[in-house]
């Protein structure tokens, strides 16, 4: 009875387990109205950038015209949390030069009389503060829309740095049909289509450029996308430069590893295969 | 160490002696993975895995232990001490790259490790312990791989336990109960972080300690092989040292290098951009997967979609997963035919491809959304996983006709290679072994 | 050869020839094998180190305006207590007085202050005995025998120029590197 029972056993839970699945498999579904942003939304524009690839580094001239979008532009809104001011000496910045930037952004401190809440201006140990206090400022100054942290943006989206610079490149007029709410924008390169956002880039020579570079709205998504990959991986160039090392070096030592199995296996396998009998 | 013909340990100088009659630790590395141990001579590179597997544990020991000097695990501060690592510790970007990366190669190593036991019939007996203990070590994993990925808390951690505690409160009557107390909370919080924090260090080493035992249950019979067919001699074996450590380096070298490629230059391959944006409990992304080493079962999980027989959909989903996992417990029972080789069991050759492919198919499914066509193809993809398991492999081992098997491993491996019987007899007898 | 435990290697008699060339694959793949270990142990023991943040914290300004002679301040600096002690003509001199080759750890306090600054006594507010703080910088501490610092742990006592008079510790309170930005401030680090 016992061994019956144990036989029965697996047929009879598979059995169970099957039906449950195939009456759902089989189940008639119901129509299923599609996403309407589904057929506007687009994949981020075909661009590169010099930090792609294996080999890739950073620009640094094209980091610091990034970095001034980011500051005269973008920070009006969206904070950096992860970035320290003495971060910016990868980007080229003397240490003169980071103090000066670092001490126009003020910092949240107690007043050391009075112990009531005070801003000091901002040292290079210090990370980038603001624009909003905490969320809820944030929120009450943009229209109940939150205007992201941006220092890991780029790794926090499909696509990265392409995703930011077709964003900002991709406001277009909504399609015939397509209603956008009051205080929303149309730009199908943004997840939900509508987007709080107004297009930030908008006019040719928006921030001023000291390199020489024509600051167009192209140039300047493609220099913030750029220093915004930085912010999200400040380590890249190291990563790759490390990493061809490793490579390297790991193919070597896997070569001679062969080798010394080659070696090590010779009588016993390869020179049987060859039909070549060693003797002991 | 049950064969009578392995080399025995014999300390040459004084302080080998001196130590070998107080802690014999050299000879108990001699005997397990030293020249001592007598290997068939005919694994092939599948055989590496598990040794690939041992190394992937320890890498993920030696990391993670690192990063817990400079995480916190704290709710406000867990998010950007983990950034804190990539960009202010020394080196810290390639440590945290390195623990995450490996957690994806330790799983694939032990997928393809528990493939090959599938394929080659590793799990029958006298091997039934080994495969059950290499099941408790697989399902510590996922558990420890799971509380791993939480305690960087960004969204898809958060919402990541968030969804996989909610499993528990399926459970009747006692569902909520549990779910509670797992959490420490009603959500996940401050409370399940830090217990996630320490159950993920601690979990590891009780892995470390199943993987002891796991290798003391392979010594006792021995390795399995290709042929499946049981060592009948000196001439089937080689010992360890230095033939499978000399292969198991140079797997090691071609492990560690495509490691080093994904470090180094795609870390973020295999993760989720989602996790990139810190915890916001009041919005779930649009689109919650698991890691993928989860997704077939989270596919399982999520492939009941009616109540069926008074049970409802939910808690059919919940059984369903861990039924998946637990009826691989039972294996050794299922599946009673004496061959141990698929090489040998045409049958059941194919449905073992069919199962890989089923088992892709399920993983492809669970990182969809849980939309058409991907549910209905993995309402079916599961149910063959059941019925594979539950209902074909009894049926086959009953029914199907095996093909001859070799008489020795030795055999198997010359006629392999296209020799005469005589020829491949006087080469093993040319291989040395030492006196018994 | 079974029994030549000392002759591990492979299966079979090699020519001298053969051997000394699989000597050479056995001994470069050890090699790569020890080298490769070792360059990763570095980023492993490295990454104890102070971090780029840490680091960066390292030097401070600090305003003395508000210090009076004959008081002193304590300052943090890399999370170790420093004290700038205003000393009055009095405390100098009475440093000044003191012949040098009678102290423990022999310097003048013109040596342990910036010239044209000999009242600012910048030191850290670490005993050199084994790391405690010692009294005197406060207001109401007891400044020991000597009218310097005393350090409560093991009765280390201190002069009016921080230098070690008596007790256990070894060494004068360390001055920490500084420099004058202006009259009444100071870079630490």
Redesign the interface.
């Known amino acids: 009875m016992g061994r019956l029972i144990a036989f029965l056993a ?2 009879a ?13 089989f ?1 008639p ?1 119901d129509a ?1 109205t599609p996403d309407p942003t589904l057929a506007l939304h687009k994949e981020a524009k075909e661009v590169s950038f010099q930090s792609d690839g ?1 080999f890739g580094t950073y620009d640094r001239a094209q980091l610091q015209r990034g970095f001034k979008v980011y500051r005269e532009v973008c920070s009006a809104c969206h904070s950096l949390h ?1 970035v ?1 001011f ?2 910016l000496a990868a980007l080229g910045f003397t240490q003169a030069e980071i103090k000066a930037i670092a001490k126009t952004n003020e910092q949240p401190t107690i007043d050391e009389k009075t112990g009531e809440p005070a801003m000091r201006p901002g040292l ?2 210090d990370k980038f503060y603001g624009p909003y206090a905490n969320e809820v400022a944030a929120r009450a100054a943009n229209n109940n829309a939150l205007p ?2 941006l ?2 943006m780029t ?4 696509h990265g740095n392409r995703y930011v610079y077709s964003l900002l490149t991709g406001y277009a007029n909504a399609p015939a049909g397509w209603k956008v709410p009051d205080g929303l924008n149309y730009n199908p390169y943004f ?1 939900s289509i509508n987007i709080a956002m107004p297009a930030p880039l908008a006019s040719e020579g928006q921030v001023e450029y000291t390199d020489g570079t024509k600051p167009t709205v192209d140039q300047m998504a493609k220099d913030v996308a750029a220093f915004l990959t930085w912010t ?1 991986e ?2 890249l160039v ?3 430069r ?3 090392g ?2 390297i ?6 070569g ?6 080659r ?7 390869y ?3 060859k ?1 070549e ?4 | 160490m049950s064969f009578p013909w392995a080399k025995h340990y014999e300390p040459t100088t004084e302080v080998g002696k001196w130590i070998d009659s107080r802690l014999p630790l050299p000879r108990l590395i001699y005997d397990s993975v030293g020249a001592g141990y007598p290997v068939p ?1 005919n694994l092939n590179y599948f055989y590496n895995f598990g040794v690939l597997a041992g190394v992937a544990l320890v890498v993920q020991i030696i990391t993670g232990i690192i990063l817990a000097m400079h995480y916190t695990p704290n709710v406000g501060l867990a998010f ?1 001490s983990v ?1 804190h690592i ?2 202010d510790v020394n080196s810290g ?2 440590l945290r ?1 390195m623990h995450a990366v490996g957690a994806s190669f330790f799983f694939i190593v032990v997928y393809l490790h528990i493939f090959r036991g599938l394929y080659y019939g590793s799990y029958k007996p006298p091997r039934e312990v080994l495969w059950l203990l290499g099941m408790v070590i697989y399902l510590l994993m996922m558990a420890t791989g799971f509380m791993g990925y939480v305690l960087v808390w960004g969204q898809m951690s958060f919402w990541g336990a968030t969804v996989i505690t909610n499993l528990f409160s399926a459970i009747p009557v006692v569902g909520e109960a549990i779910h509670t107390w797992l959490l420490g909370g009603f959500s996940p919080d401050n409370a399940t972080l830090n217990r996630f924090f320490s159950l993920h260090y601690l979990l590891p080493f009780v892995i470390f300690g199943v993987v002891i035992l796991h290798v003391w249950a392979l010594h006792i019979p021995g390795s399995n092989n290709p042929t499946g067919v049981d060592i009948k001699g000196p001439q089937d074996t ?1 010992p360890f040292h ?2 499978y450590t ?2 198991d ?2 797997g ?3 492990y ?2 495509l490691f ?2 994904v ?3 795609l ?2 391959a295999l993760g989720e ?2 996790n ?3 915890a916001n409990p009041l919005s779930t992304p ?1 689109h919650i997967v698991p890691e993928w080493y989860y997704w077939p079962f989270y596919a399982i999980l999520r ?4 109540n ?2 008074w049970v409802p ?1 939910k808690l ?1 989903g919940v059984l ?1 997963m861990f ?1 998946a996992i637990l009826l691989l417990f ?1 294996l050794p029972w ?1 599946d009673k035919s004496p061959v141990r080789s698929n090489n040998y069991r045409p049958l059941s050759k194919l449905f073992f491809w069919v199962f890989v492919v089923d088992c892709l198919i399920l993983g492809l499914c669970g990182g969809k959304p849980a ?2 066509p991907w549910l ?1 193809i993995s ?2 993809a ?2 063959y996983y ?2 594979h ?3 074909i492999l ?1 049926i086959i081992s009953r029914i199907e006709r095996p093909l001859p098997l070799p008489k020795s491993i030795s055999e198997a491996v ?1 006629t392999n ?1 296209g ?1 005469s019987v005589e ?2 007899r ?2 093993v007898a ?3 072994q030492p006196a018994a | ?1 079974a029994t030549d435990q000392a002759h591990v ?5 090699l020519t001298e020839s053969g051997e000394r060339r ?1 000597d050479f ?2 001994i ?2 050890g090699a ?2 020890a080298v ?1 270990a070792a ?1 990763v142990a570095w980023p492993l023991i490295n990454q104890m180190n102070p971090s ?2 840490v680091l ?2 390292a030097s401070i300004d600090v305003d003395l305006a508000a210090v009076q002679p004959g008081q002193a301040i304590k300052i943090s600096w890399r999370g170790l207590p420093v004290f700038a002690r205003n000393l009055t003509q009095a405390e100098q001199d009475a440093a000044n007085k003191v012949p040098v080759a009678s102290l423990r750890d022999p310097q003048t306090l013109a040596e342990r202050t910036k010239e044209g600054h000999t009242n600012w006594l910048i030191t850290l507010g670490v005993c050199t005995h084994l790391g405690c703080v010692p009294l005197g910088a406060g207001e109401g501490e007891t400044k020991g025998d000597f009218g310097g610092y005393f350090c409560p742990c093991h009765g280390s006592q201190y002069d009016t120029a921080a230098r070690i008079r008596s007790g256990p510790a070894p060494k004068n309170l360390e001055v920490p590197q500084y420099a004058f930005k202006s009259p009444t401030s100071v870079t630490i680090g």
Do not use: C
């Open positions: 697996p047929f839970i598979g059995g169970v387990f099957v039906l449950a699945l195939l009456v759902g498999a189940m579904r299923v294996p992860q320290a003495r971060d290079p140990s992201p942290d220092s890991l790794k926090a989206r499909e997840k999200a400040p380590k190291e990563r790759h490390t990493g061809f490793a490579v070096f790991l193919l070597i030592m896997t001679l590893g062969y080798l010394s199995y070696r090590v296996w010779a009588e016993i396998k020179k049987t295969k039909g009998v060693a003797s002991a | 001579k950007n950034e990539m960009r970007w390639m790259y080689v230095p033939y000399a292969k380096f140079f090691l070298g071609v560690f290098t080093a490629i470090v180094f230059y870390p973020n951009p989602d990139y944006i810190a649009a492939a009941f979609t009616v069926f027989l959909a059919w369903a039924s039972f299922l939309a058409e209905r309402q079916f599961a149910a059941f019925a398991f539950l209902i009894p010359l290679a020799h020829a491949a006087a080469a040319a291989v040395p | 050869m290697p492979a299966a079979g008699e699989r694959i056995y470069a793949t790569f094998a490769g360059t780029a943040d960066a914290l």
